[in-house]
């Protein structure tokens, strides 16, 4: 009994990731049957007459009925919630427990049957038995990031993430095409391939871009922000200035974050993008105008006459924000000191007040 209830727990942990609406989806339940997010229907072909990108699918691979007396356990092991989800069937998941180590060994094929139902059921169970140091188990989930199933591909990119380093970097040629909505339509394997892409650092850059081309055109801010995010630690610094210097422009504030955000680590190196953190400033959202501000004045001297350029918008949050990155420069605001005299007759008083501060210091007072 103990080893069914370990194993039902590691396959509700397995099931459940990768198929919540969102990047990081929410902590399991403490229940012993866990549901996940069915998949929705591809969308349907454009008309031909219709000029636009034509949907690239996944590669169609030889699949036909796996004889095995098991194939009907794997078929069993999922069922729908009937709420768009789907939860472990137990009576299935039994079964697949009192399966012997030989036994086991022959739901492998199940992952090329023909039926999805099979294909879903093998590769969230055998997910729990993968070996990382398995050649065989290796190439067999490799070889699911083409299935046409997007809940069956989203298992297989769980499984990349335990791969080895060798592993993960010989799998880039798979991965990266993963990135581009024609080839995947599901928002959170996409968010995921990148971030995987971004765990292998400068050895997935040959997988640049395709990211670049997700940061800048993808549909979904998620996935845009992720692969952000990924250019990030992949490029090397002064080459991912560019990139996220645009995505200060990104249509939603979670990506503006993200690219202010990373900005700021990047600190003096990020100097190019001063004037674009400058008119962050004013942004419509507060935690990209403050994150941008950060960014400056990690920045250093570089910032000071960007700084100095938005004391004149017609915004006060914007001067007073301004004021306060150029006092935080310290002594390196000098050279705006004329700008920040005027500021001194400004119409709002916490703008004249910050001004004043901000000439005593330099002063040495």
Known sequence: MPRIL?????????????????PSPPPPKNESVTTIAEPSPSPAPLPTAVPTKPVVQPPA???????????????????????????????AATD?????????????????DSQVEVRRGAAVYLLSQL?????????????????SDRMVRARALDAARQFSHADQIALLPRLTPML????????????????????????????????????????????????????????????SV????????????AVRVVAAARLRQLGPTAAPATKDLAQALADSSPDVAQAAADSLIRIGPPAVQPLAAQLSSKSATVRKLALSSLARLGPAAKPASSQIEKCKQDSDPQVRQ????????????
């Open 6 to 22: 370990l194993s039902s727990i590691a396959v509700i942990v397995f099931v459940t990731s990768g198929c919540g609406k969102s």
């Open 61 to 91: 691979n030889t699949l036909a009925p796996v004889a095995s007396p098991y194939r009907d356990f794997a078929a069993r092991y999922l069922d729908s919630d009937g709420q768009g989800g789907w939860r472990t069937n137990e009576k």
């Open 96 to 112: 697949l427990e009192k399966l012997g180590p030989d036994e086991r060994a022959q739901l492998w094929p199940l992952l090329k």
């Open 131 to 147: 070996e990382p140091s398995n050649s065989e188990h290796v190439a067999a989930f490799s070889s699911l990031l083409d299935d």
């Open 180 to 239: 581009d909505p024609q080839r995947e339509d599901r928002p959170e394997n996409r968010a995921a391939t990148a971030r995987l892409c971004a765990s292998l650092k400068k050895d997935a850059a040959p997988s640049l871009p395709g990211l670049q081309a997700a940061a800048t055109n993808d549909s979904d801010p998620k996935v845009r922000a992720t692969a952000l995010a990924a250019i990030a630690q992949i490029s090397d610094p002064q080459a």
């Open 242 to 253: 560019a990139h996220l210097a645009k995505g200060l422009a990104d249509k939603d504030a």
């Open 354 to 365: 910050l001004a004043d501060e901000l000439l005593k210091i330099l002063a040495g007072q």
